[in-house]
């Protein structure tokens, strides 16, 4: 079975073929050809997600599958959110999406000596089905969740974004003090990935079965 995944990003790429293992080959934008920059213009996680496999469904027609990712924090309404990636350009033009750096220094600043820094990191998988027999291609969406705490300032070197900032609950170091052995255990998109694989690997397994 082949199947989209709609990035481009080595580090996912290699964490989700790697759940898979070699029963699903996991094709790239690069693979397929697309270079676009595709919209994300969706209030939710879910509908990002959702648009991106879309798009690659409606382009190439092929089975798809697309992610979307936030953190959210109780004492800030679940911003950063959507705006996860951004956070800090929506306030600063000199700031560019993905300025971890600054997404942190903004993050810090709004929760100032706020004593609820729980917050979540969340990751949507968006699956398009190829429809079969001129059927509508189905969707489907998988999340993964991870809880912890926002720290009152950076801690650890490894992973990106907002990794030094947070804590996993049941963990005394950050994600970035954590590495990638153990984030890549317990995180968001890991969580997220296993569910994916997990549906993927059961329909493969019994190809005729109706879901
Ligand atoms: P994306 O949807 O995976 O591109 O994630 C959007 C933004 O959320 C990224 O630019 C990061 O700032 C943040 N983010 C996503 N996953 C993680 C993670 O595992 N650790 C830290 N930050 C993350």
Known sequence: MKIVFATNNRH???EVRQILGT???VLSLKDIGCDADIPETGQTLEENALQ???YVNDHYHIGCFADDTGL????LNGAPGIYSARYASLVSPTAKAHDSEANMARLLGELGENNNRKARFRTVFALIEEGEGGHTPAE??????????????????????????????GYDRTFAELGAGIKNQISHRARATRKLADY????????????
């Open 23 to 25: 029963n699903i080959e």
């Open 72 to 75: 959210e924090v109780d004492a």
């Open 140 to 169: 489907r969406c998988f999340e993964g969740i991870v809880d912890g705490q926002i720290t009152r300032q950076r801690s650890g070197a490894a992973g990106f974004g907002y990794d030094p900032i947070f804590q996993p609950d």
């Open 12 to 14: 996912k790429l290699e």
């Open 200 to 211: 993927l690997l059961s329909k493969k397994q019994q190809p005729n079965q109706t879901q």
């Open 52 to 54: 991106k496999a879309r």
